[in-house]
């Protein structure tokens, strides 16, 4: 029997290794072939590079604006998930904390909500929202993100409030903090592990979002890194090493974040799943 449990183990070890290598390899192949030529990418795609250039990364950076497209994504980013966290919070705080029927009604409302596709919405929106020349705007779409975010935050927010003991709560109030100090003081530290999921479920949402940003920005100094990406390769479609470059440059970043944070990722995921 403990043979065979080893022999189980081994197998199990050696299809997970073999997973990973083929949800890696799609990785390894851009970063590997952005360092060669057009001509050596097309001789031997899959083998290393006989000269290890950075001639693609410095021609990538320059000509698809990289510093430009980076900024627009930070900013978006940042206001964007700092607006969904603080609101859906207070938003669940409310829910929770008020025994009212609009409330629910609300609360359940932004549960269905969850529901629907952005592609069933997307057409009247730009409709909606270029009738009234509000798009092109990166604070328009920050306000797009709050509108699509809120939904899932305030679900998650309101799971965790409930487990805070009210008594915290009355013990502030009666040492004189008003309702809004309650809130920042008292409950919004004890969401933490929530909130750092939250964020880093957003930014990586946000950061990598196509389709919203496509329909927004119009003006290529708003464009996002992926929306400059895309249209770099329609640039330059015929250079592969180019595009290979541009494509390590634009995922670098998620890349980067996610590895600082990926514990809290694991610890924020796994109180949840406990507290719920």
Not at 32 to 41: D, L
Not at 111 to 133: D, R, S, T
Not at 224 to 230: H, M, R
Request: charged share 10%; with cysteine; hydrophobic share 55%.
């Amino acid at each position: 029997m403990k043979a065979l449990k080893r022999i189980g183990s081994i197998l199990k070890t050696v299809c997970l290794y073999a997973l990973l290598a083929v949800y890696l390899s799609p990785f390894a192949f851009v970063a590997v072939n952005a360092f060669k030529s057009r001509r050596e990418i097309l001789s031997n795609p899959f083998g290393l590079p006989q000269v290890w250039s950075l001639s693609n990364f410095i021609n990538a950076f320059n000509r698809m604006g990289f510093v430009s497209a980076f900024v627009n994504s930070l900013i978006i980013t940042v206001f964007s998930v700092i607006v969904i966290a603080v609101f859906s919070a207070m938003t669940a705080y409310l829910f929770v904390r008020t025994n009212w029927l609009f409330n629910k009604v609300m609360f359940f409302a932004m549960v269905a909500a969850m529901l629907i596709p952005f592609q069933a919405i997307m057409i009247p929106l730009v409709q909606i929202y270029g009738g009234l020349n509000l798009l092109n705007s990166r604070w328009i779409l920050v306000y797009m993100y709050l509108g699509f975010g809120t939904s899932f935050a305030v679900f998650l927010y309101h799971g965790f409030i409930k487990s805070i003991p009210l008594e915290l709560e009355e013990a502030a109030l009666i040492d004189g903090c008003s309702r809004l100090q309650v809130f920042f003081k008292i409950v919004f530290p004890l969401l933490k592990s929530t909130t750092i999921t939250l964020i880093i479920l957003n930014v990586l949402w946000i950061w990598n979002d196509f389709l919203l940003p496509s329909l927004v920005l119009i003006s290529p100094s708003n464009r996002t890194l992926p929306l400059t990406t895309f249209y770099f390769h329609g640039t330059y479609t015929s250079d592969y090493g180019l595009l290979m470059a541009a494509l390590a440059l634009t995922i670098l970043p998620v890349i980067i974040f996610y590895a600082f944070l990926q514990k809290h990722i694991i610890k924020g995921v796994m109180e949840g799943a406990i507290k719920a």
